[in-house]
């Protein structure tokens, strides 16, 4: 498995831009910390790709990412990738062990927020965004309120991180990503 036959998974199943959107701000923050913690980024940048991946076909709890994970065996994807994305969501019951799991945790939420914050500002760029206008706005619980910031605070911690160091590091990778994500700032996005 590697990142190209990972994307015509996700094209395959994901039609929704903003989604795939997500997965990529997702995978870039996974290999980030993948570098930084000495980790194959290759490996742990799948597990950000594909984690959602079946969110359109399995739109329920029940279902997300469960049902997804007899896909993912069939296509070859690596058990410890497939795992990973089990234990994003805690509903299935698989804990979270290794620090692939605990960073991929740690990732989902909080570039939701991220996302939400740069489209709010008057550049609609990652590229002026700064960890204090994520703090004033972590603090309006009315904005992005699907962005659960006790579960964001909850996995920073679980993954041995300081948050607010945590969303300075998430707000880097994302900037390396930008323009994909249609945060540069570029009117014709």
């Not at 395959?12 to 870039?28: F, S, T």
């Not at 290759?42 to 959602?52: N, P």
């Not at 290794?98 to 990732?107: G, H, V």
Request: hydrophobic residues 40%.
């Amino acid at each position: 498995m590697n990142r190209e036959q990972a994307l015509e998974i996700v094209h395959e199943y994901v039609k929704n831009k903003n989604l795939i959107r997500h997965m990529l701000a997702v995978e870039a923050c996974m290999r980030f910390y993948a570098h930084e913690y000495n980790e194959d980024e290759e490996i742990w940048g799948m597990a950000g790709l594909l984690h959602d991946f079946d969110w359109e076909i399995h739109p329920t709890l029940e279902e997300h990412p469960s049902e997804g994970e007899a896909i993912l065996r069939e296509r070859g994807v690596p058990t410890d990738i497939v795992r990973a994305i089990q234990s994003h969501a805690d509903h299935t019951g698989v804990p979270r062990q290794t620090l692939m799991e605990k960073a991929l945790f740690a990732c989902d939420e909080i570039t939701g927020l991220i996302v939400a914050i740069a489209l709010v500002r008057p550049s609609r760029s990652l590229h002026d965004l700064k960890v204090k206008s994520v703090k004033k706005k972590w603090k309006d619980r009315s904005f992005a309120a699907g962005a659960n910031r006790d579960e964001i605070a909850q996995a920073a911690e679980e993954f041995g991180i300081d948050l607010w160091e945590h969303v300075e590091n998430v707000i880097s990778a994302m900037q390396t990503i930008a323009p994909e994500l249609g945060l540069s700032g570029d009117q014709n996005q």
